[in-house]
């Protein structure tokens, strides 16, 4: 990602405002390698982790909200001297999410995005039951009826 601005931490709903700065400050010093790696250096707990997991904001490091809520389980299973023994797993495959399931997890735990407008993964379908876009009715003449 290198420079590449980041928008909406503050919108996910629960997490401490703490994390978010520690979470600024250790990538300050370093990029994160894994999602356990942002866990500890940023010293975040089990419940910030689910969170941060559960709003999409692991993708960088995982690929997927699926993968990241399954990795952020386990960041922090270790306690004490375990805490830096590395864990050694083989990854498990997931399904993919569609990319109308990925918005409505994503807007059930950080509300509107900045991706693609929900409308947009049904725009096909609606047209085919022969909706009109709003984009189309700005051309009608005040009093015309809408159909097709």
């Known amino acids: 990602m290198g420079d590449a601005v980041r928008l909406g931490f503050h919108q996910i709903?629960?997490?401490?405002?703490?994390?978010?700065?520690?979470?600024?400050?250790?990538?300050?010093?370093?990029?994160?390698r894994d999602v356990r790696d942002r866990a500890t250096r940023a010293s975040l707990t089990q419940h910030d982790m689910a969170l941060l997991a559960s709003a999409d904001a692991l993708q960088a490091l995982t690929g997927n909200r699926q993968e990241a809520i399954s990795s952020?389980?386990?960041?922090?299973?270790?306690?004490?001297?375990?805490?830096?023994?590395?864990?050694?797993?083989?990854?498990?495959?997931?399904?993919?999410?569609?990319e109308a399931e990925h918005m409505l997890a994503a807007y059930r735990h950080a509300g509107p995005a900045l991706?693609?407008?929900?409308?947009?993964?049904?725009?096909?379908?609606?047209?085919?039951?022969?909706?009109?876009?709003?984009?189309?009715?700005?051309?009608?003449?005040?009093?015309?009826i809408a159909r097709q």
């Open 115 to 144: 991706d693609r407008h929900p409308i947009a993964s049904l725009r096909e379908r609606l047209h085919r039951q022969r909706f009109i876009a709003s984009a189309d009715l700005a051309a009608f003449s005040n009093g015309q």
């Open 13 to 32: 709903r629960g997490r401490e405002r703490d994390a978010a700065w520690r979470i600024g400050e250790a990538r300050s010093l370093k990029q994160f």
């Open 72 to 98: 952020a389980a386990r960041s922090l299973c270790g306690k004490g001297l375990l805490k830096v023994a590395p864990i050694e797993e083989a990854p498990v495959h997931r399904v993919v999410p569609s």
